[in-house]
């Protein structure tokens, strides 16, 4: 059964270093999307990204991240200068279709320890 | 914009037993929800959806109830199983948003 997959499943890095999650969605999507979860709290939506651009980001989303999709086959998250309050779970998700009525498939995570 | 919440945190009932778990939306113009469980260090996984022009959809021991007169969808799962514990999410369709969870604990 195809899934999505991230790696690695956890870094720890220093705060003010940059880190790079990498997610390869499932190979028939077409929409790509990063959440966050802090420990104990709900899932926050991040990014979606579709036909090689940013389609939608939220408030969270800010100049310290970016995303790519550098070839054919992954999808990675940048976080430029790591700071105490990025360390989270982060779940790459990938659809079909956008996100109306249609259901995502998410990965694994990547638990990110900014110490 | 959307708001999906949930009604209660923690929600713990007995093996067999059937469990409801409740959520609420104020945008009345969204017409998809998903409701996602969540395992202990995993990512969110679909359990079923449910579109906007019908009140119930029926899966494999789930149920969701959608109401949309009181903006209310429900999760109803039948006999529950320890493998049943979890975060259950419900989601709208814009991006979408989660509401903060129910933890389902399922006990002999």
């Known amino acids: 059964e195809p899934e999505v997959t991230q790696t690695p499943s956890h870094q720890v890095t220093q705060m003010g270093q940059e880190v790079i999650l990498r997610c390869v969605p499932i190979?028939?999507?077409?929409?790509f999307y990063w959440y966050r979860q802090i420990l104990g709290q709900k899932v926050e939506f991040l990014v979606s990204?579709?036909?090689?651009?940013?389609?939608?980001k939220s408030e969270i989303f800010d100049d310290q991240f970016s995303v790519e999709r550098p070839d054919g086959s992954n999808f990675t998250l940048k976080i430029r200068s790591t700071k105490l309050e990025d360390s989270a779970m982060y779940f790459c998700?990938?659809?079909?279709?956008?996100?109306?009525?249609?259901?995502?498939?998410f990965g694994q995570g990547t638990r990110l320890t900014v110490v | 914009g959307e708001n999906v919440g949930l009604h209660l945190p923690t929600l713990s009932v007995q093996e067999g037993d059937n469990s409801i778990i409740n959520c609420a939306y104020s945008?009345?113009?969204?017409?998809?929800f998903i409701w996602y469980k969540q395992e202990s260090g995993k990512g969110p996984q679909f359990i079923i959806d449910?579109?906007?022009?019908?009140d119930k959809r029926q899966g494999q021991r789930v149920t969701v109830l959608l109401n949309k007169t009181v903006k209310h969808l429900s999760l109803q799962i039948a006999a529950t199983q320890p493998g049943d514990s979890a975060v259950y999410f419900c989601?709208?369709?814009?991006?979408?948003?989660f509401g903060t969870g129910t933890r389902l604990q399922v006990f002999p």
């Open positions: 998700a990938s659809s079909v279709r956008g996100t109306m009525n249609t259901e995502a498939f």
């Open positions: 190979s028939n999507h077409l929409y």
């Open positions: 990204f579709y036909n090689n651009e940013i389609s939608e």
């Open positions: 945008n009345s113009a969204s017409d998809y």
């Open positions: 449910i579109r906007s022009n019908m």
């Open positions: 989601a709208g369709p814009d991006k979408l948003i």
